[in-house]
């Protein structure tokens, strides 16, 4: 019996460890159903995003939609390789899927700007040290996001730009094996003059350090520094055969 009861309390405990863990954190389990109850062509948002809670303006969002945005209001959508931009630029980031945050006003009819948010709570593996992600905006200059994790807003840094999105990061090292919530947000823009978008993908968790802010500027003049010392020798050697 002793041992039957040991065996059901590691049982319990492994699904409970698997529970806590974060999931889909690409948006490639994405299981799109459509819904009758929403706008024309809106998943319902559960299956489009498991492991993850959506919100508009605070209240829970139950739908997303499939490769379009939302005209002049705050909203979730999912997008695959058939999604044409639709004048706002972007795409799919990485893989199949992408999602995007969209702030504008409230939906259904709504005029009060909501912000949008996306967050999972799960366990942060042990020996992580910074949280990585890609993402492309499309923001006016007083837009922003923000990442928090466990309640704690994180100190992004860009770590490398590519022609349809940006990578970020932040150190994460305290948080590493501990439960957390996890929150990407778009605030809302007050007063409401435009949307703003964040296309979100390939969030992970790595056992790789983000270096400070200064240590990148460091490496940056160093590479503008031996790439100016180059192009000299390069000027000399032409001088040079041009001379004899």
Known sequence: MTTKIAALLVSATTLFCQAQSFEDLNFESATLVATNSSPLGAVEFAPAFPGWDGTVGGVQATYALLNTV???????????????????????????????????????????????????????????????????????SSGSFNVT??????????????????VYGANIASFADETEPLVFTVPAETPHVNDEYLYLDSIEFSSSPIPEPSALALVAAGGMWFAWLRWRRCLRRGKSKGST
Do not use: E, R
């Open 149 to 166: 994790l466990g309640g704690v807003t994180l100190a992004l840094v860009v770590l490398a730009n590519y022609a349809n999105y940006t």
């Open 70 to 140: 939302f005209v002049d209001s705050a909203g979730i959508s999912i997008i695959n390789s058939n999604y044409t931009g639709f004048g706002i630029g972007g795409g799919v980031l990485q893989g199949h899927y992408t999602a995007i945050l969209q702030s504008g006003v409230g939906g259904s009819g709504g005029s009060t700007p909501s912000a949008v948010s996306l967050s999972q709570t799960g366990l942060v593996p042990a020996g992580t040290q910074s949280l990585q992600f890609d993402a492309y905006t499309v923001f006016d």
